[in-house]
């Protein structure tokens, strides 16, 4: 049972354009929410993250937003450059003792066009 | 500061032998985590080691473990490979108990295991 869902595999932008990654979470108890960026060979770079406390996370040209009642996260990236080419994925956890390790997403594939 | 570093970087073996991963976390971090990365499964969390301690563990056999020495370098170890093992597996290293609070985990490039 997949607990982080990211629906969409693949999403293409074009170049200047506002790309927005989507997530969906299941677990009511998850309270910590990350964003990561990652190329081919290469581990899981952090983006931003957001705790559940907040609605709304920007850092330069992107920002999460967090709507708990649907249980769905957001990724904006604004403009999209070609960088930003890369595998996205949504992490969450829930904080305190006894927590599991981050549960990820399958990732969504960004590909900006020029 | 030097970032999360993963020894060796490409492996392979075959089945029924067993690999030791070793992973140098960021200088001052003390909590290291793994992950295996497959193509059918995504990643997914293996064990958390704190004060050389396992925290937590997911839902891997036993045939996976780490430890965690007095200086936070882990090692995890499979044994008896099976051909499923052949993955992409993470280290990532947080400041203190990550899992425990609002901290980042930061990760390692990865040390690719075949299997054959």
């Known amino acids: 049972d997949q607990q982080v869902k990211q629906n969409s595999p693949s999403l293409s932008v074009q170049e200047g354009r506002i790309s927005i990654l989507n997530c969906d979470y299941t677990?009511?108890?998850?309270?910590?929410f990350l964003w990561y960026k990652k190329y081919p060979a290469e581990g899981p770079t952090f983006l931003i993250s957001?705790?559940?406390?907040?609605d709304k996370n920007e850092d330069g040209r992107f920002t999460v937003f967090l709507n708990k009642s649907a249980k769905h996260l957001s990724l904006h990236i604004v403009p999209s450059q070609p960088g930003d080419s890369a595998v996205y994925f949504c992490?969450?956890?829930?904080?305190?003792?006894?927590?599991?390790?981050?549960?990820f997403g399958k990732g969504t594939h960004l590909i900006i066009q020029p | 500061k030097a970032g999360v570093t993963q020894t060796p970087r490409y492996l392979i073996k075959t089945r029924g032998q067993q690999v030791t991963l070793s992973c140098s976390p960021i200088?001052?971090?003390?909590?290291v985590s793994w992950y295996q990365q497959t193509p059918g499964q995504g990643l997914q969390f293996l064990f958390e080691?704190?004060?050389?301690?396992?925290?937590n563990k997911g839902n891997f056999p036993g045939r996976f473990s780490g430890r965690q020495f007095s200086n936070s370098r882990s090692e995890m170890n499979v044994s008896t490979l099976e051909l499923g093992d052949s993955a992409l597996y993470l280290c990532?290293?947080?400041?203190?108990?990550?899992?425990?609070?609002?901290?980042?985990?930061?990760f390692g490039p990865g040390t690719r295991l075949l299997v054959l």
């Open positions: 992490a969450s956890r829930q904080t305190g003792g006894g927590a599991d390790g981050l549960t």
């Open positions: 677990n009511s108890m998850f309270d910590y």
């Open positions: 957001i705790s559940s406390i907040k």
């Open positions: 200088s001052g971090h003390r909590s």
């Open positions: 080691y704190f004060s050389e301690t396992q925290r």
């Open positions: 990532a290293s947080s400041p203190s108990r990550g899992l425990a609070g609002y901290e980042t985990q930061y």
